[in-house]
C-alpha cells in the first residue's frame, strides 16, 4: 500500500494542475484521497509546505528525465530539449502542467521558488553545448527555458497523442522556434 504522504502528493500534484492554489485545500485533498482530513494535516499542517513539495518532485523527475535521456542518448540540440520536454510532459501530465502553472502564474505560489532547480537541470543538460540558447545569461537562459516548457505543455494539450519526431519538429519549427529565438537577443546582461 503506498506511503500516505506519497499518495498525499501524488493527489496534491493532481489538484493543483487542475486548479491552481486558489481551490486547493487539505479538504480537497482528503476527499479525493479517501483519507482522513486529520490523516492530511498530520502529515502536512499547512498546504504551503505541500504545494513546495508537489512542485520540487515535479522539478525532480522532470530532472531525471531530461539529463538520463541526455546522457543516454546524447542529446545535443535545444531541438532535442524540446523532444524531451514534449516527452516529459505525455508521460507525466500533471507535473508537467504543475510546472508550466507556476512559470506562467508564479504569485499563486508566493512561497516556491523552483527557477533555480529549473536552471541547474539546464546547466546539467547543457554543459558541453555552444550556441545563442546555451551560451546567453542566467536571465536569459531561464526565461527561454520556461517558454520551451510551456509550449511543450501546449503541446502535450493540443495533441492526443506525442506524435512522430517529425511532428514535434514541425509544431517546433511552425510555432516555437521564432519566439524562443527573439527571447535569446533581449537585451538583459
Not at 505541500?50 to 531530461?66: F, G, H, K, P, S
Request: aromatic share 10%; with cysteine.
Amino acid at each position: 500500500m503506498m506511503n500516505n504522504k506519497y499518495l498525499i502528493i501524488e493527489i496534491a500534484t493532481k489538484l493543483l494542475s487542475e486548479y491552481g492554489t486558489a481551490q486547493f485545500s487539505a479538504h480537497q485533498i482528503a476527499n479525493t484521497s479517501r483519507l482522513t482530513l486529520r490523516e492530511v494535516t498530520a502529515q502536512f499542517p499547512n498546504k504551503t509546505e505541500i504545494i513546495d513539495l508537489c512542485l520540487q518532485n515535479a522539478v525532480e523527475c522532470m530532472t531525471r528525465t531530461v539529463i538520463s535521456a541526455n546522457y543516454a542518448r546524447g542529446y545535443n540540440s535545444v531541438l532535442d530539449l524540446w523532444h524531451l520536454l514534449v516527452q516529459y510532459n505525455f508521460v507525466h501530465v500533471a507535473e508537467g502542467k504543475l510546472i508550466s502553472l507556476y512559470l506562467r502564474s508564479p504569485s499563486q505560489f508566493p512561497y516556491v521558488n523552483i527557477k533555480s532547480s529549473l536552471l541547474r537541470m539546464l546547466n546539467e543538460k547543457t554543459e558541453l553545448l555552444h550556441d545563442k540558447f546555451f551560451d546567453s545569461c542566467e536571465a536569459i537562459r531561464l526565461i527561454a527555458l520556461s517558454y520551451l516548457i510551456q509550449m511543450a505543455a501546449v503541446y502535450t494539450l493540443s495533441h492526443e497523442a506525442e506524435g512522430s519526431r517529425e511532428l514535434r519538429e514541425n509544431y517546433f519549427v511552425s510555432h516555437v522556434k521564432s519566439h524562443f529565438e527573439s527571447l535569446l537577443i533581449l537585451p538583459i546582461y
